[in-house]
Structure formats: structure tokens, C-alpha cells
């Protein structure tokens, strides 16, 4: 069975800071890949998503993800964290059959 | 609408007592789903609607949990004789749709926090 490992639970860094949140899938074929955000009372937002192609993947507010097939890992990384980049990070797989497989989230923290 | 939006944003019962959430997808989505994030489970997914195809069911926890798609939009989750365990944020998201295959990116709404007294 498909799983997802994000081995970090809780990551704090400092404002400017580079950011990189771990992500490990485990899939017999191909994945479908996605990061999504989640800021403290709000609802999923999609970050990125990987489907095929280049293995490095631009997102919205200065993130990316690098897809690498032979570590099993879609890292997400920003070169330099803001104070409302503070939310917990899902990375999340679709094998293409309905349901997505979750990690079990990664929170950051934002020192100033 | 421009989003995904669930109602109500909160909801405290009673154990024993029914609720029903509600979720509006985007508009033209015909894929919706339904999750539930609860604390030392994470999130797990509970029931899929394509078009006017039988749901997909096999994430539901017990026969006290159903849901409907009235017209291939609005959905109802329904929890029957909720329990103490039944307290989580209820997701709801939709895509355009899903095809054999391949995917389709899910834009979640805001969820529904239920707490079950």
C-alpha cells in the first residue's frame, strides 16, 4: 500500500532563513505529488503539485519542490521564510485511484 | 463560487444526537470528497462522488456515517448517533474531475470543526 513519511513534526526557523520540509512517499509506479498548507483555522491550500515532467516544481508564494524517483522524496523548499509562512505543511500522494494519501504534517514555526 | 465553502464553520452537539454538514463544491467540479482530520489520525479520506456514479464508500468508519449528492453538487455528510469520537474537522474538496488514470487537482474548503460532547 501507498504511504507518505514526513519525518519532521514540528520545525522552527528563523525569519530570512532557507526552509527545506522532508517528504518520503512509498508507490510501486509513478505518483502524483502535491504540498498543501495549512494556516490555524483555515481549510487545505494547494502550494504545488507535481505530475509528470521536470522534477523541480515552482509554487505559489516562493516555493518549490524538487521530485527525486531514486530517494522516493519531494522536498519543499523556500530560499527565504516569512513570518506568515508559519502554518503546518502537508505533503500529500495521489496514486490516481480518488482518495489522497496524507503525511502526517510537518508545523512551522517562525522566529523573528 | 470562487472556492469550496462548508457549513457551518463549527458545530457542538450532544453524544447521541444526529448532524449533517454541509458542502458547496466549485462550481462545474464534478468530483467531491470528504475527509476528516482528528488529532493522532491525521487526515483520512470517507466518501467520493463522481458525477452520477455509485459513491465511492470505503472510507467511512461505521454505518452511523452517510452522505448524499443532491444534483452533482451540494453534498450532505450525515453522522448518525455521533460519539465522543466522532470530534474532528470534517474536509470537504472538489475537482474537476477524475479521470481513469489520472488526477485532477482537490481544492478543500475551510471544514467543519465538530466537537461531540
Known sequence: AQSVTQPDIHITVSEGASLELRCNYSYGATPYLFWYVQSPGQGLQLLLKYFSGDTLVQGIKGFEAEFKRSQSSFNLRKPSVHWSDAAEYFCVLDTGRRALTFGSGTRLQVQP | ?117
Open chain 2, 1 to 117: 463560487g470562487a472556492g469550496v465553502s462548508q457549513s457551518p464553520s463549527n458545530k457542538v452537539t450532544e453524544k447521541g444526537k444526529d448532524v449533517e454538514l454541509r458542502c458547496d463544491p466549485i462550481s462545474g467540479h464534478t468530483a467531491l470528497y470528504w475527509y476528516r482530520q482528528s488529532l493522532g489520525q491525521g487526515l483520512e479520506f470517507l466518501i467520493y462522488f463522481q458525477g452520477n456514479s455509485a459513491p465511492d464508500k470505503s472510507g467511512l468508519p461505521s454505518d452511523r456515517f452517510s452522505a448524499e449528492r443532491t444534483g452533482g453538487s451540494v453534498s450532505t455528510l450525515t453522522i448518525q448517533r455521533t460519539q465522543q469520537e466522532d470530534s474532528a474537522v470534517y474536509l470537504c474538496a472538489s475537482s474537476l474531475t477524475q479521470r481513469g488514470g489520472s488526477t485532477d487537482t482537490q481544492y478543500f474548503g475551510p471544514g467543519t470543526r465538530l466537537t461531540v460532547l
